[in-house]
């Protein structure tokens, strides 16, 4: 007998404490749920979440944030943009991290998703290559200016020498290219 | 009537084919008769395209809707000038638009030139008509736009049937500028077809020396400005229509448009390289070649349906068509070069790194890695699909990306070119070249900095921009302080007599301004804001210094559409400074519905509205309003690089010395000690280059 009091006596006493923590849950949760649709598109890391995501419906090329469908009832972010949006926002709630949450959507969509390639593997290529070939544009210009000013040294060397009234009247003709 | 359209096509390709036929058999056989056939034919190819156009445009304002093409794009309530525009709204009509816009090049390149350089037209005729075969043959056989509705009766006869109205056109064309944006398009488009036309000729002719550049170098110039035109129009449009705010996003097709345009652009900087010193021969060829390659492989991009994008026609086989033509373009150019690489030695070679030429080597070699970086990015899912099976996306971070520092490095390249001599420059002349310039961009950028710019790209876009312009400046200061001491005129009438006298370098700055302007509109970008809110009647949004009240929501009808408005009062700092009227648009033939945006443009900020509709959650009305800065510089910059091509294209002023007595000079005391007494400057307005 005194051990049940004992046990309803703490029973009773943990009561309140489990009835306050379930009431600042379902608060907290409350508050989420209702502002999931506001927050979706005003938490700032949310946004930029949801530029690095390809809106999935097939009708658009645009960014999960950037979504703006016109035709319908309404122009903007789509109904599949609103989910995608929405999961972000969740995953931003619950502190996940920027690379967590992208692979969560890869998984889900395939690497389509990301709007732009990942840097590894075969992907690597798309990042290396448009910074590759300049350069190797460049340097095949800079020996082929070498080769076109070692040329023109060796020409100017070993030519005939020029007339003093030629090299006068490219001089006036240079000077009026100024001019020009 | 209703075959005339039809038949006038299939003449045409007759043609066409004929003028191929006739010039090759001409140039082989030397016999001018046959030569002169071809290029009468090549001629009537234009007349006979006209009239087909003529043709289909007749349908349209007659509202012929028992032609398939013309019920699929247009309806009665359709206003004439969308009835005009609706020709190229579809794949048929908007490749018969692109064969008659290149028969109209073809026809004018061999009207000009009927009676000059009788070794190369032959060969440009035969190059042309190649070319306005393949694409007569898809009008004719591919995508004919001159298909009739047709139906089965009762006994299932089939007969012709018509519509009683058309589904309309596509309510995201019913905007002004989509009268204009696809013809500026595909003029740059066709209007590299020339050049290279000249440019394979002279290749496959052998024909001595620049002439193929001086005689096609305002045909490069006037497809480059429309190619230019084309693009900033479909921007302005992206901007104005599809309510995002924005007005590039690098989809497939807008990077098509792009690609073109910067090889073309590399061309025209680089054939001064030929023109000057006679170098960069086979560059030029191959660049040439390219561009129009890529004109090929834009329209490929667009219609095959390779890449995903927005605005790409639907799949059809007619990608295939066009990977067949860019095959054989590509083995006829190849096959050409290699035979005749003999005929493009240069004549001069590099005297100093530091100097003109090498400063244009180092342009194309930017803007090649321009090209480069776009197409790579453009094709990239298709080769990743290819190569490992994964379908990925390349969207706009990664161009912006890659792109961004090769632009500003080409900003720098813009200041850096022109104040470069030719052959040699002196390190003391760089130091007084550059001098200035360079103190001036470092100047705005610490004035930037202070007032809180804090974007490194943009930054740098700005200090470039600065630095561009002073050079810019100096240069037509410094030649007009000559001619104003020679002349005793004043400053500013020098400019101009500066600028007639050299119309090609000093209309070559203003576009090279004009390219300022533009970078300094795009580098706004990281300061755009925009805020996105339910407004009930009396509600207030505030984004930046304004203060945005909902007055009103109403309906207008409209013949063509029905359209819900919202009535916005803006407000700044408490003052009431305009109305704004965004509506949305639900066209009744079509079923769709649009945004028209309201913007409100100033050079230092757009304020750009959009209605949005009613919350799909609580049916409130939104509103999506934009605070897009710098924008108004892009479209200025864009007038500014037409007005600089423009004033490239005209004729030099020339000036002719007249020897007149000393005795008769009214000015001859103000002349200076170093000026011949017996030299009068006399002008004469001269049309030749």
């Known amino acids: 007998m005194i051990r049940r009091h004992t046990a309803k006596a703490r029973c009773l006493r943990v009561r309140p404490r489990l009835l306050a923590l379930a009431t600042f849950l379902f608060a907290v949760q409350g508050s989420l749920l209702i502002s999931y649709p506001l927050y979706a598109q005003q938490t700032d890391r949310g946004k930029e979440l949801g530029r690095r995501v390809k809106c999935m419906c097939g009708g658009c090329e645009d960014s999960a944030t950037g979504c703006n469908h016109t035709g319908g009832s309404f122009s903007g972010p789509c109904d599949t943009a609103k989910g995608m949006q929405k999961e972000i926002n969740e995953r931003v709630t619950r502190n996940e991290s920027d690379d967590l949450t992208l692979q969560a959507f890869v998984q889900e969509y395939g690497p389509t998703v990301l709007i732009v390639p990942p840097a590894k593997g075969f992907n690597l290529a798309a990042w290396i290559m448009p910074v590759v070939a300049p350069l190797l544009a460049l340097v095949l210009v800079w020996f082929v200016a070498r080769r076109w000013r070692h040329k023109g040294m060796l020409a100017t060397a070993s030519g005939p020498e020029v007339p003093s009234e030629f090299l006068s009247r490219a001089r006036r003709e240079a000077g009026k290219e100024y001019d020009e | ?689």
């Open chain 2, 1 to 689: 009537m209703d075959i005339l359209g039809s038949f006038a096509l299939l003449l045409a390709l007759l043609a066409a084919v004929y003028a191929i036929v006739a010039g090759i058999a001409g140039i082989v056989t030397r016999k001018t008769l046959l030569t002169k056939s071809a290029r009468n034919a090549g001629l009537a190819v234009f007349v006979l395209v006209t009239i087909a156009v003529g043709c289909l445009e007749y349908y349209f304002f007659t509202d012929n809707f028992s032609m398939a093409y013309v019920a699929a794009h247009s309806n009665r309530a359709l206003p004439f000038y969308y009835k005009f525009a609706a020709l190229w709204a579809g794949q048929e009509g908007s490749l018969l638009l692109w064969t008659w816009l290149l028969s109209t090049y073809a026809f004018f390149a061999l009207l000009v030139n009927r009676n000059k350089h009788p070794e190369l037209m032959p060969y440009v005729g035969v190059v042309l008509a190649g070319v306005q075969t393949f694409f007569l043959t898809l009008n004719n056989f591919v995508a004919t736009p001159f298909a009739v509705l047709a139906g089965a009766d009762q006994s299932g006869v089939m007969r012709l049937s018509a519509l009683s109205d058309g589904h309309g056109l596509n309510p995201l064309l019913q905007y002004p500028e989509m009268v204009i944006h696809p013809p500026m398009l595909y003029l740059g488009y066709t209007g590299f077809t020339v050049p290279f036309a000249f440019a394979l000729a002279a290749l496959l002719g052998r024909y001595p020396g620049e002439k193929w550049i001086h005689i096609t170098r305002r045909w490069t110039m006037i497809a480059w400005c429309f190619q230019s035109v084309g693009i900033l129009l479909g921007a302005h449009w992206a901007y104005a229509v599809l309510g995002w705010g924005g007005y590039w996003a690098w989809d497939p097709v807008e990077n098509a448009s792009l690609l073109p345009w910067i090889t073309g652009t590399a061309f025209l900087h680089s054939v001064m390289m030929q023109e000057k010193r006679g170098m960069m021969k086979v560059w030029n060829v191959w660049l040439v070649f390219t561009t129009f390659m890529l004109c090929i492989l834009g329209t490929l991009l667009t219609r095959s349906g390779i890449v995903s994008s927005v605005h790409a026609f639907a799949q059809s086989s007619i990608g295939d068509w066009f990977v067949g033509f860019l095959i054989l373009v590509v083995v006829v150019c190849f096959a050409s070069y290699w035979k005749n690489r003999d005929y493009l030695h240069s004549d001069n070679q590099l005297d100093s790194l530091v100097s003109r030429e090498s400063s244009f080597l180092f342009n194309n070699l930017i803007l090649l890695a321009a090209c480069f970086a776009v197409l790579w990015g453009t094709l990239f899912p298709v080769l990743s699909e290819w190569v490992v099976g994964n379908k990925i996306s390349v969207g706009p971070p990664f161009f912006n990306k890659v792109n961004i520092p090769i632009a500003l490095f080409l900003l720098l390249l813009t200041g850096v070119g022109p104040l470069l001599a030719w052959r040699k420059t002196s390190f003391d002349a760089l130091k007084r070249n550059f001098a200035w310039p360079l103190l001036g961009g470092v100047v705005a950028g610490v004035i930037a900095l202070i007032f809180g710019f804090r974007d490194i790209y943009s930054l740098i876009c700005l200090i470039l921009g600065v630095f561009v312009t002073l050079t810019i400046l100096s240069e037509f200061y410094r030649g007009a302080r000559v001619i104003a001491a020679r002349d005793g005129s004043n400053l500013v009438s020098a400019v101009g007599e500066l600028t007639m006298r050299n119309t090609r370098r000093y209309g070559g700055y203003v576009v090279h301004f004009g390219m300022v302007l533009i970078f300094i509109g795009i580098a706004g970008v990281p300061f755009n804001k925009d805020v996105q809110k339910e407004m009930a009647i009396g509600q207030t949004l505030n984004i930046g210094p304004y203060s945005i009240l909902c007055q009103n929501f109403d309906r207008v009808a409209n013949g063509n559409y029905d359209s819900e408005r919202a009535t916005l009062e803006v407000f700044r700092n408490g003052k009431s400074e305009m109305m704004l009227y965004p509506e949305r648009r639900f066209f009744l033939s079509s079923q769709v519905t649009e945004t028209m945006v309201a913007v409100q443009s100033s050079p230092l900020r757009d304020l750009y509205i959009v209605y949005a509709g009613r919350s799909p959650e609580n049916g409130e009305p939104v509103i999506h309003a934009y605070l897009n800065p710098l924008v108004k510089w892009i479209w200025f910059g864009g007038i500014v690089v037409v007005l600089g091509t423009g004033l490239a294209m005209l004729p030099n002023r020339r000036t002719a010395l007249v020897l007149r007595p000393v005795a008769e000079q009214a000015w001859g005391d103000r002349v200076p000690a170093t000026v011949s007494p017996i030299g009068a400057i006399a002008r004469r307005g001269d049309a030749s280059d």
